[in-house]
């Protein structure tokens, strides 16, 4: 099973992502953004914080959540690439993630994007055993 995929669109940008538990799909997602970002840099984090979300639903949490890390990628100006969900449940979310400042990248920002929508977001537990999630993002 791979972890995320691109999904084209006209204006926007999307990602469809899977994982066999609801931490490890969030996780995907999260990678599948900062893919969207830069290419991954093969050097070892130097910056970690914790990210907390709320929502009233894991919908409404998955973009608040991804709308978070794009706040810390921005105020931080850091590439994250390392995400691990402490607690996560259908309201809220606590995370730790980790990165490295932007201007340690060898390759330049691939796209800015400015924002998570709601724009045919989905979470759901396909199958059982495997969670699929997609969103959309302003670029």
């Known amino acids: 099973m791979k972890s995320f995929e691109i ?3 006209t204006a926007d940008i999307g990602i469809a ?12 997602m999260a990678q599948g ?4 970002i830069a290419d991954p840099p093969a050097i070892s984090n130097s910056f970690e ?9 894991y919908e409404d949490l998955l973009v608040t959540w991804l709308n978070e890390l ?5 105020a931080e100006q850091v590439y994250l690439q390392g995400f691990e969900i402490e607690e996560i449940g259908q309201y809220f979310i606590k995370s730790r993630v980790m990165g490295v400042p932007l201007h340690t990248l060898s390759k330049p ?3 800015t994007v400015k924002a998570c929508t709601y724009y045919a977001t989905k979470v759901e537990e396909s199958i059982p055993g495997v969670w699929k999630a997609e969103v959309y993002f302003d670029i």
Do not use: A, C, M, Q
């Not at 953004?33 to 969207?36: I, N, Q």
């Open 49 to 57: 914080t914790l990210v907390e979300g709320e929502g009233n639903d």
């Open 109 to 111: 920002v691939k796209r």
């Open 17 to 28: 992502g899977w994982g066999i538990s609801l931490p490890e799909l969030f996780v995907h």
């Open 33 to 36: 953004l900062f893919f969207l």
């Open 70 to 74: 794009l706040y810390v990628y921005d």
């Open 7 to 9: 999904l084209d669109h």
